[in-house]
């Protein structure tokens, strides 16, 4: 078996095991948060399709106004796996849909790969995913490898392949929903919480150092589409049922974490998403011109989101500490 189809049997298994854990129906009867999946699982296969659909259209016939269909379909995607993602507590998830940022050389060998041989066209961790179908279809300055510029069939062609595998990996978390949840504990969520935190403040809100343009807008997320805004308020509205509500119920982490955190903890994390919603409704369009011009709102941005991540951290402390007390 070559390697490419064996990695992606790999990941589609993976994914059936994390998938595995959640509720199959959005409703209070189900284990929460598990409860807040299905919902956004069945937006993200929704928008995978539409997204594999657009471009295989494009592929048949590449013109300005299929590409503008098939990248407005990678934007509804991005935001849909964006809100999906605070939910994914197995990295195999995060993997087969997004393999963070985009590494250009290896996705032009990556497409030089799949001309000569389409089962052996991976090349890396990096050439693949959301962020590698971004690349081919905005490119950057350096490669000037859009699609509208350079339309020929074997960067199509692998692009339509990268689409169908996205699809494929989301058509699996889904299916693997209509099992009922086996009990992922609150801890794993809020690690994973913590973990996509640090993602987020280390490689998605630019950095203060940047020194060029490129620089800083390559540590924006979803920079050459413009779309990171949108991408990060979908994080934000996730993290919000997550941390705040359950569809009107109290919130189950207030019941864990103990009495002292619950006087004031729900307060201070809803403040904080407040204040981050705020921060980003008040940037542009394009994060990555802000954080280039490293924007005195750009700035709070970043120190918010470093507080909220500290916040997650004491709320996932008091809950480990409340469970030492139990024993």
Known sequence: MHFR???RLFTTWLL??????FAHADDNSQPWPASLLPARAAALVAATDALEKTTSALCERTNQERLDLARAAWRDAMVAW???EPLAVNPGARAAIDSGVANAPRIEAAVRQYTEDPTQSNTGPADFGLPAIEYLFWGDARAKAQLGRLAFKQRCAYTHYLTTDVARAASALTDSTAAKASGVPVSAYLDNLLALLDTINATRLGSATAPSYSDAAVAVDAWRSEQGKAALGATLDT???MLLSNDGNPNPLSQQAGTTWAATGPQ????SLEQIRSLLAAQPGDLADAFRRNSKTARQLREAMVSLRGQVATLRQAIADQGKQGK
């Open 5 to 7: 189809s064996f990695a």
């Open 16 to 21: 059936v095991c994390a998938a595995g854990s």
């Open 82 to 84: 964006r809100a999906y």
């Open 239 to 241: 993290l919000g049922s």
């Open 268 to 271: 201070n994390l809803k403040a």
